[in-house]
């Protein structure tokens, strides 16, 4: 298995602009994370869904962050509008039944 | 939430064996010890968990004490390859997805 696949691996972008990231599971897995890591607060989750459905969203910093999983291989992340605060690095992992988490090389995110 | 202590940094001679600390006093007896690393720019990996019983796979050994307020990562033979920031991470029983990773220990393997 080629593990899990994250896309773009980098994003550079100006404040305002809507980004889009992109996660492929883990064949099989049926539970998605997102997390996102910075210097000063370290790896932190954001959301995870099981068998396609949000379970808990309590990590999303605000309204302008959103994901989706409209099927059991593809999951996105997006933020509109995107600020500088934003700057990133996100990672996407998937499980088997709330097991093991295995992770994504990531999408490091810039915004100027 | 069971929170974890680790050393912020550990030095380790390539070829021996890297023994990574964490204490975990606050542990239930139903949550599992994960140890995840994460080398530079990449994503954490797995490397072993554990409940009561000491386990080992191909990558490394995990010691749990008998009061499972402490364990200890194993590294037998330590390369280059290996310098990372490991986490020692407690799953609670609660919510299997809260993985609370910390700071970690940054493993630095010399030449």
């Known amino acids: 298995d080629a593990g899990v696949i994250q896309s773009p691996r980098h994003e550079v972008t100006e404040m305002g602009q809507e980004v889009t990231l992109r996660c492929k599971p883990i064949?099989?897995?049926?539970?998605l994370f997102w997390y996102r890591q910075t210097m000063m607060r370290g790896l932190e989750l954001l959301i995870y869904f099981n068998n396609n459905v949000p379970i808990d969203d309590s990590g999303m910093p605000e309204d302008r962050f959103s994901a989706k999983m409209p099927n059991a291989s593809f999951s996105t992340l997006k933020i509109q509008p995107s600020e500088p605060r934003d700057s990133a690095v996100y990672f996407c992992a998937s499980s088997l039944r709330l097991d093991t988490q295995y992770f994504g090389a990531g999408t490091r995110l810039s915004v100027l | 939430d069971a929170k974890t202590t680790q050393p912020p940094s550990m030095d380790c001679a390539e070829g021996r064996a890297a023994n990574l600390p964490c204490n975990h006093s606050t542990i239930s007896g139903n949550e599992y010890v994960y140890w995840y690393r994460q080398i530079h720019s990449q994503g954490p990996q797995y490397i072993i968990h554990?409940?009561?019983n000491n386990e080992t796979n191909e990558m490394a050994s995990l010691i749990i004490t008998e009061d499972r307020k402490s364990s200890t990562l194993i590294l037998p033979h330590a390369t280059l390859r290996d310098t990372a920031v490991y986490y020692c991470?407690?799953?609670?029983?609660?919510?299997?997805?809260?993985?609370?990773f910390g700071s970690g220990t940054k493993l630095n393997v010399k030449p």
């Open positions: 064949s099989g897995h049926n539970s």
């Open positions: 991470i407690v799953r609670p029983s609660y919510n299997f997805n809260k993985f609370y």
């Open positions: 554990g409940l009561k």
